[in-house]
């Protein structure tokens, strides 16, 4: 089971990101468990949505001593990491399509902790939010969560100051999308303005003039990455208390989805 869901390419790649362990001077302490056995646990958990305690013991690690590595590695940015690097795999082969990125969010349920915010498609309930970029063909290149409450035409700058330099087939790292597609909810001038000034070029649908189903032939991938989100079943309801937890569990997912189209 840790081969199936940490296979030898994603360990290989997790190696480089992953922090060296301190070793101890004096010598003694308890025996570590091996990183790749608690990375697989971890996967296990963002996966199947189970809680820390309900991981099997064929792992090796128990389900504290996982939740405890979680934390550190989530601290130390390794989730981000991760993922930028595989998208530095994916670039020079040609599988990031910078031609017509898409932007969208999506909705869910939070028992607590902080970016939470009444939800106004949840009667108000507490909740949380998802902020995606995709490229053309629907992976996910950069990520945001929020209070549910927050308006998605805020979201949309700091979400494309987050795209991380990628490298490309040829010529410099690149960051920048040559045209980004969004539905109503980022009609105002302002994300528009935002975008012309740096070069790029948008397609929102306008509130009141047209179809938000004019679009659909190019934001259908998008879409289609919330659903591959849904993968991960611990993204259907927010229980992380702190939002690093739960930003990290977003990024898994993404990683997982980048590293299919890695070996695919």
Not at 37 to 65: K, M, R, Y
Not at 101 to 107: F, L, T
Not at 136 to 163: F, K, M, Y
Request: hydrophobic residues 35%.
């Amino acid at each position: 089971m840790v081969e199936r869901l940490a296979p030898d390419g994603l360990w290989e790649l997790f190696q480089r990101v992953v922090p060296k362990v301190p070793t101890r001077p004096q010598g003694g302490g308890r025996r570590r468990y091996g990183d790749r056995e608690v990375l697989a646990a971890i996967i296990f958990v963002a996966t199947t949505g189970c809680t820390w305690a309900q991981v099997p013991p064929v792992f090796g690690p128990s389900g504290a001593t996982a939740h405890r590595r979680f934390m550190e590695w989530s601290q130390a940015r390794v989730w981000a990491k991760l993922h930028r690097l595989v998208l530095d795999e994916l670039g020079p082969r040609g599988e990031l399509d910078w031609s017509r990125c898409a932007i969208d969010s999506v909705n869910m349920r939070a028992l607590k902790g902080d970016l939470t915010g009444p939800n106004p498609v949840d009667r108000g309930k507490k909740g949380s939010k998802i902020h995606l970029i995709t490229e053309r063909t629907g992976l996910p290149i950069s990520i945001g969560i929020s209070g549910a409450n927050l308006h998605d035409s805020q979201a949309l700058e700091p979400l494309v100051r987050g795209i991380p330099p990628i490298r490309s087939r040829r010529g410099p790292r690149r960051r920048r999308p040559a045209k980004l597609h969004g539905d109503k909810g980022y009609d105002y001038d302002h994300p528009r303005r935002w975008l012309r000034q740096r070069g790029i070029r948008h397609r929102i649908a306008r509130k009141g003039i047209e179809s938000s189903k004019r679009l659909g032939r190019h934001r259908w991938t998008i879409e289609r990455t919330m659903s591959w989100l849904a993968g991960c079943r611990r993204l259907h309801r927010r229980y992380e208390r702190k939002a690093v937890h739960f930003l990290a569990f977003t990024s898994i997912a993404c990683t997982l989805i980048c590293y299919r189209r890695l070996t695919k």
